[in-house]
């Protein structure tokens, strides 16, 4: 049965509510969204590791239930592969579907069920995910339960908070996400550090134990706070879209779009590699050793999210200085910024790799400090460019497409990996910057053109 409404217009949310001065109810889509994170980043910062150095060794692949199978028809596509080159297809593979389902998720949410329990639903299937990593039998249904679990509650668990608000609340909504993205960005930071200690000190089971525990969290937060969701939610209308045929500047517009799209996938690829082999590099080629401390790999994958939070009002100010004196770069050359920093950030490893067997700790440190400001500059320019620059009538679509582009950028990342014993460390970081690179010059090669394509 098809559900018409994914709301219930009780009354109006105002800025007299108790959260932060915002509706009660986005206090607890921020909770929720925090727990989820918090899980799904200690998940990933342990996941590539666990793989290549336990779970498919002898004594343990054995024990995976289907895996035989599956492995064969990976092997078939992609040809014999290694525990560490299968480990980064695997992770890849799981990322790039963790960045396809939430396409299908709406759709399923619009059509068949509410919003709300399309994220109940998410966040129970995630919980059993997670906590069915801690065992090895289970590995496989543990990750598609994850995949499906994030595809049902993580655009529509956004898609809430902008029903919060009035159709014509703009300064509302964009608080109310403010707020939204500190518990996304809070839960990043956090779950590497803590899942990957435990996972040192306790074993991975215990690292994959407590992110089930902190989604089961997310859950029970989730549906303390369902009353007060139903209650708030305002049924938001979209603006009036005609439904007059694109014509043919719009069509050179969304043309333009999907170019800019193309050329960021270069950057996310050197981007997310710090999730996959960068952490499989630390771990082999750096002194983690410090003041008789042995530092934990998964930290590292908390760096660039923490870089992202605390450079915003420095790289804003940046901005506001250089509109100020009439040289602001425009969008494209922000994107193309994005990917020159992600290359240097390669270039350091390169450098690593070619100086020293065991490299100092502040090589990474460096390395993925650079990668959350290249994120900054590039990821959020491009949803606030198609935000802009969309045609109304297919704005929605064209900013779902956007995460498609992380698709094809994680699972490229995964292939990449599983040449990382091949090409040895050094290349592998030369081409990653090498990577980034082509993403810059694309920028500084079509960027003046784009821009005038998207001003209209």
């Known amino acids: 049965m098809t559900i018409a409404s994914n709301a219930v217009p009780r009354r109006p949310a105002s800025s007299s509510g108790t959260f932060f001065g915002e509706p009660r109810a ?16 200690g998940m990933t910062a342990i996941l590539v590791l666990y793989m290549s150095e336990a779970l498919f060794l002898p004594g343990h692949v ?57 994220v109940t639903i998410g966040a129970i299937s995630m919980s059993a995910g997670h906590l069915a990593m801690a065992f090895d039998a289970s590995f ?90 139903t209650d708030t939610i305002v049924a938001a209308r979209p603006a009036a879209i005609p439904d007059a045929p694109l014509d043919r500047a719009q069509w050179r517009i969304v043309a333009g779009l999907f170019a800019v799209m193309a050329m960021t996938i270069f950057q996310s690829i050197a981007y997310y590699q710090n999730s996959n082999m960068a952490l499989i590099w630390t771990e082999s080629s750096v ?19 923490l870089v992202s939070i605390a450079a915003v009002p420095f790289v ?11 040289g602001e770069p425009g969008a494209i050359a922000k994107i193309g910024m994005g990917a020159w920093i992600a290359c240097i950030a390669n270039l350091l490893l390169v450098i690593g790799c070619a100086v020293t067997d065991r490299v100092p700790v502040l090589v990474p440190v460096a390395y993925d400090m650079l990668l959350g400001l290249a994120f900054l500059y590039y990821w959020p320019t491009l949803l606030a460019l198609v935000s802009r620059a969309a045609p109304p009538r297919v704005r929605s679509t064209l900013m779902g497409t956007v995460f498609l582009t992380l698709f094809i950028a994680n699972f490229s990342v995964g292939w990449l990996g599983s040449l990382y014993e091949r090409i040895g460390p050094l290349q592998f970081w030369a081409v990653h910057a ?3 690179a082509v993403g810059g010059i694309l920028a500084r090669v ?7 394509v998207l001003a209209g």
Request: glycine share 14%; aromatic share 14%; charged share 15%.
């Open 26 to 41: 986005l206090g607890y889509l921020a909770f929720t969204e925090a727990w989820e994170r918090f899980s799904y980043y």
């Open 62 to 118: 054995e024990h995976i239930a289907g895996f035989g199978a599956f492995r064969a028809g990976l092997e078939r596509l992609f040809g014999p592969m290694s525990p560490l080159a299968l480990a980064s297809q695997m992770f890849g593979i799981y990322t790039a579907f963790v960045y396809f389902t939430p396409v299908l998720g709406g759709y399923i949410a619009d059509r068949w069920l509410s919003r709300r329990m399309a």
């Open 140 to 229: 496989l249904p543990a990750l598609l339960l994850l995949i499906v679990g994030c595809g049902l509650l993580k655009g529509n668990i956004s898609t809430q908070v902008g029903t919060l608000y009035a159709t014509d609340d703009t300064a509302g909504r964009t608080r109310g996400f403010s707020i939204f993205s500190i518990g996304i960005n809070v839960g990043a930071v956090a779950g590497p550090l803590v899942c990957g200690l435990l996972a040192q000190l306790y074993g991975w089971h215990a690292g994959f134990g407590l992110a089930g525990v902190l989604m089961l969290i997310g859950l029970a937060t989730y549906l303390i706070g369902y009353r007060e969701l």
């Open 287 to 305: 002194d983690l050793d410090l003041l008789g401390f042995h530092v934990p790999v998964a930290w590292f994958n908390s760096i660039d999210p």
């Open 316 to 326: 804003l100010g940046l901005w506001r200085r250089q509109a100020s004196a009439g």
């Open 434 to 436: 090498a990577i980034a």
């Open 446 to 452: 079509f960027g003046k053109r784009l821009e005038r």
